[in-house]
């Protein structure tokens, strides 16, 4: 079977090709890829190519698929794993699969699987270590999602808190206490409020805080204050930038006590060390940010951490659990992360994409890799729909949608949209 991929075969050198998979092996499953979301550690590998950890050094010779947020269908299953998979079956794939301690990973390091294709071959690896999971939704972007919002959940989980006298932490969020979402008004921030007040263990309060209000008012049209209110949490949006003091005005919002858990999304030093000053006794913050600098530095009260308790995490990812949990809220409608997606385009433009993707604003950009159209924000398909009336379609679609991507914009895509 042929498929059409983009491979990596060094530093920004991508390249859409054509190409014959070999037979499938008795291991291996068959698969056919829908969609795939453009992550930034794609970029990276890009840039980087076999400097990069998880791209093999002999790329050039032996190029590689890329893309690892991919959602498809299940074509053809090796006899080893016929009694848990079957060909219909949806999935989606956590990449980060740590088989024998190596680092290999689908969309950096496998010739015949990644998400930027239309077909692969899933190895044996895959399903060895638990990493192919099934995925029961409709959309299948939700399913491309899954393993950024299961960053989302691994962040969460990693925050923790002690008990005096005792050495054994209490993994997660407090239950019932006072959350703070830092620079959170962002598609990564907008999944994490969503995730706050959907998940089991809500807090009682949670604050979100950017220093743009249309970035704001965009947050509180998604994720309102009324539904947050109905799953018994008190939500609230806060422009720190119009405040003089916005420390005290935050911890006034708790009764002084403080937050127990603060999030901080963008590797910002005084975001961080806003984050420090509003920790409650035994507070966690969480600095999800990712930052490109190395020498990234803040302060940190370390009288607070020695007579407070207070302390900090870091996390870069999910694991599988945190993936299938992701998946399982969205299946049961708990979360809804299609806030994140603001591009969609087709397989024509990962190259693109994938490499000028730190100039192209926004969030998660989605990619339907059977199709052949161009990259475009579903803010301009409005404008775009003015001479073209299949963007005109996709405008109204998602305008009673509250702009968002859907399961009906994606079908309309899906049988509408040219075959690449």
Not at 333 to 353: E, F, K, S, W
Request: hydrophobic fraction near 40%.
């Amino acid at each position: 079977m042929k498929t059409k991929a983009v491979r990596i075969y060094g530093k920004n050198d991508l390249r859409l090709e054509e190409f014959e998979l070999p037979e499938m092996g008795e291991d291996e499953i068959l698969a056919h890829v829908i969609s795939d979301s453009v992550c930034m550690s794609s970029h990276k590998a890009a840039l980087q190519g076999p400097d990069h950890k998880r791209v093999p050094n002999d790329v050039a010779e032996n190029p590689t698929i890329i893309g690892h947020e991919f959602c498809g269908e299940i074509v053809k299953v090796g006899s080893k794993w016929a009694d848990q998979f079957k060909p219909g079956d949806r999935f989606s794939i956590q990449p980060a699969m740590n088989y024998k301690g190596s680092l290999d990973a689908p969309g950096y390091s496998y010739k015949y699987v990644g998400g930027d294709s239309t077909y692969v071959i899933i190895p044996n690896e895959v399903m060895e270590t638990g990493c192919l999971l099934r995925y029961g939704g409709e959309a299948f972007f939700y399913g491309s999602l899954a393993e950024p919002v299961s960053c989302i959940v691994g962040a969460f989980h990693a925050n923790y808190h002690t008990t005096a006298g005792k050495y054994v932490h209490d993994m997660g969020i407090k239950e019932g206490g006072c959350l703070a979402i830092l620079a959170g008004a962002g598609p990564m921030g907008l999944g994490a409020i969503d995730y706050a007040i959907g998940c089991d263990r809500k807090p009682s309060l949670v604050v979100v805080t950017d220093i743009d209000d249309a970035r704001l008012a965009r947050a509180e049209e998604i994720l309102s204050v009324k539904k947050a209110e109905a799953q018994g949490v008190k939500l609230i949006y806060l422009n720190t930038g119009k405040l003089d003091d916005a420390v005290s005005y935050m911890m006034e919002l708790t009764g002084g006590k403080g937050y127990d858990d603060v999030f901080v999304y963008a590797p910002v030093k005084p975001v961080v060390e806003m984050g420090d000053k509003l920790l409650a006794r035994d507070g966690c913050l969480n600095f999800f940010a990712g930052p490109t600098n190395a020498a990234f530095s803040a302060e940190f009260n370390f009288y607070n951490v020695h007579y407070g308790s207070t302390h900090i995490v870091g996390t870069s990812g999910g694991n599988t659990d945190d993936m299938i949990e992701a998946i399982g809220m969205m299946e049961k409608g708990l979360i809804n992360p299609a806030a994140m997606i603001t591009h969609v385009g087709g397989l024509n433009t990962v190259i693109d994409t994938v490499i000028n993707l730190p100039e192209i604003k926004g969030g998660k950009k989605l990619i339907y890799t059977n199709k052949d159209m161009p990259l475009v924000a579903i803010a301009d398909f409005e404008e775009r729909g003015k001479t073209e009336p299949f963007y005109a379609d996709l405008a109204e679609i998602c305008k009673r949608n509250n702009n968002l991507w859907c399961l009906e914009a994606e079908k309309y895509v899906l049988e509408n949209a040219k075959d690449i």
